[in-house]
């Protein structure tokens, strides 16, 4: 059976717009960026959050940043509430940890939040400010 052309167009466009929207979605929930645009954001008040554990960060982290291991993150919201509609760049080791902390951001609707991609071994290779000692919070 031969569909008509009108009925053909209005379903490819229906074709292309779920496409897209599903495409949409997708960024929405996964935002990344990288170490340069990360520094930039926290220079400009966002909110660097470090989800490593609390020796990684002693050994090196990204001055400024706070400190809430991945394993607390859910549990810890309230301590940066504030930032619920402000950016918030996550970071962590390598990019992995911090991606999943994102999601946990997301679902309690922080929706200014992003992955700074590569972590801390990125920042460190782009000679991106580091210290060492004492966790923060």
């Known amino acids: ?31 990344k960026v990288d170490v340069n645009q990360g520094a930039v954001l926290q220079s400009q008040g966002a909110l660097l ?22 394993g607390q993150l859910q549990q810890r919201l309230n301590e940066i509430d504030g930032y619920r509609n402000r950016p918030v760049a996550v970071i962590c080791r390598s990019g992995s940890r911090s ?14 939040a992003v992955n700074v991609e590569g972590g801390m071994i990125a920042w460190k290779k782009a000679g991106l400010p580091i210290r060492s000692g004492a966790a923060v919070r």
Request: without cysteine; aromatic residues 2%; glycine residues 6%.
């Open 1 to 31: 059976m031969k569909i008509p052309s009108g009925k053909t167009l209005l379903a490819t466009a229906l074709l292309v717009i779920a496409t897209a929207s599903t495409a949409l979605a997708e960024v929405g929930t996964l935002q």
């Open 49 to 70: 959050l470090d989800v490593r554990e609390v020796d990684e960060h002693v050994q090196e982290h990204a001055p400024g940043s706070i400190l809430i291991p991945l």
């Open 99 to 112: 991606a999943q902390a994102l999601k946990v951001l997301e679902r309690a609707g922080f929706s200014a």
